[in-house]
Nanobody, 118 residues
Framework: QVQLVESGGGLVPAGGSLRLSCAATGYTLTINVVAWYRQPPGKQRELVAS???????TYADPMKGRFTISRDNAKNTVYLQIDSLKPEDTAVYYC????????????WGQGTQVTVSP
């Protein structure tokens, strides 16, 4: 089992920056890919970015340019840096884990709220 805890969200003016953290505990050796998702109010959850254990990052097209995902395997932590925040970035941000030998995200955190004021 893997447990995930997100942190780093908050209320930020437009144009500001945040760095979100996703800390993993449990059987972390099973972790392969870690992804960030977000769910704006009243909208469906959407993929933000993902990163492999080796550090290869992939971004959803709308997220390219302002979002940076990184990983510190020694700390079992994945980060999401968000720059030039926009009001439409307001959402609950979740991290999720795709275990080795799996093609689904089996473990999810509880989310951290990001609110961007105009």
């Amino acid at each position: 089992q893997v447990q995930l805890v997100e942190s780093g969200g908050g209320l930020v003016p437009a144009g500001g920056s945040l760095r979100l953290s996703c800390a993993a505990t449990g059987y972390t050796l099973t972790i392969n890919v870690v992804a960030w998702y977000r769910q704006p109010p009243g909208k469906q959850r959407e993929l933000v970015a993902s990163i492999t254990r080796g550090g290869s990052a992939t971004y959803a097209d709308p997220m390219k340019g302002r979002f940076t995902i990184s990983r510190d395997n020694a700390k079992n932590t994945v980060y999401l840096q968000i720059d030039s925040l926009k009001p439409e970035d307001t959402a609950v941000y979740y991290c999720a884990v795709k275990p080795v030998l799996k093609n689904t995200y089996d473990y999810w955190g509880q989310g951290t709220q990001v609110t961007v004021s105009p």
